[in-house]
């Protein structure tokens, strides 16, 4: 997804730079390759039709795979740390042994949060990149990337940090872990 060779491209090359992309959109509307690269077709694809589909079938796709990992990451997420912190502990959790877990706990609950926001970008993101490409009227196409590109921004915020906090509550994990074994 973020190998896309588009991603790079400013929005105006898009139809005429980009081989695959000129060959979506020739299929659609059936313009030969050189008309679509040389630029002599301006047509926008319809709906349903083109690389915009493509970009909505995305979005979906990952609207589909934000559920997924909603559900999956909270029922995983309270499974092992109501395990972990509300059973009876013997010996009883030492003052170090209780930071470290919740630390764990907290990093991991907002690498979750993280994670679900990032992928609610990528829908966000898609979802405006193929209603700009659709667009008819100039203005409400510079509106639609612009919002577009706020996502993106907020993307490429998040999934780094979601990844940090995700080691950084493992690191914690593994701390609790020792400091129990070894019983500090």
Known sequence: ??????????????????????????????ISMEESVSGKAKTRPAKGEGFPQILHDRSRA?????????????TGTLAIYFLSLTGE?????????KIAAVTSLLCVASSATFGIISMYAD???????????QSVDKEE????????NIWTARDRLLAPAMGLL??????????????????K
């Open 62 to 74: 990952a609207g589909t795979e934000l559920h997924k990992l909603l559900v999956s990451l909270s």
């Open 1 to 30: 997804m973020r190998d896309c060779p588009t991603h790079a491209m400013k929005p105006h090359e898009w139809d005429t730079r980009h081989p695959a992309i000129a060959v979506h959109w020739s299929s659609s509307r059936n």
């Open 123 to 133: 829908v966000r993101r898609y979802y405006f990149w193929a209603s700009a490409l």
């Open 141 to 148: 196409r510079r509106a639609f990337y612009r919002r577009r």
């Open 89 to 97: 502990a013997k010996p009883p959790l030492t003052h170090n042994q």
């Open 166 to 183: 995700f080691m950084l509550g493992m690191l914690s994990s593994l701390v609790y872990g020792t400091l129990r074994i070894i019983g």
